[in-house]
């Protein structure tokens, strides 16, 4: 199983930017999907979170701006970021729960990382 992002870039503030991140392989099932960041010398940190049947949560600092969304035939969660901010400058992961068989356990994936500029 991979999963690949994409979609990163350098962006003026108030800017625009989606990233996308699709899951390929042997996948039987998919629960929840996440998008994640690391800015340098910071932890990484959960940014948004959507289920299987489309219920979504988000941290404080991007409601209002950041829009996860997910196309369940595509194995592929999206970032919508708008109104970007200098402070959303990270690298950002897509993290999901993947069961590869029938019989198998949900085991956590990660993709690659993408890095997100937001210049002042």
């Known amino acids: 199983v991979q999963l690949q992002a994409s979609g990163g870039g350098l962006v003026q503030a108030g800017g625009s930017l989606r990233l996308s991140c699709a899951a390929s392989?042997?996948?039987?099932?998919?629960?929840?999907m996440r998008w994640y960041r690391q800015a340098p010398g910071n932890q990484r940190e959960l940014v948004a979170r959507?289920?299987?049947?489309?219920?979504?949560y988000s941290v404080d600092s991007v409601k209002g701006r950041f829009t996860i969304s997910r196309d369940n035939a595509k194995n592929t969660v999206y970032l919508q970021m708008d109104s970007l901010k200098p402070e959303d400058t990270a690298v950002y992961y897509c993290?999901?729960?993947?069961?590869?068989?029938?019989?198998?356990?949900?085991?956590?994936?990660w993709g690659q990382g993408t890095l997100v500029t937001v210049s002042s």
């Open positions: 959507i289920t299987s049947g489309g219920d979504t």
């Open positions: 993290n999901a729960d993947i069961k590869r068989s029938r019989f198998a356990a949900f085991a956590g994936y």
């Open positions: 392989g042997s996948i039987f099932s998919i629960t929840t």
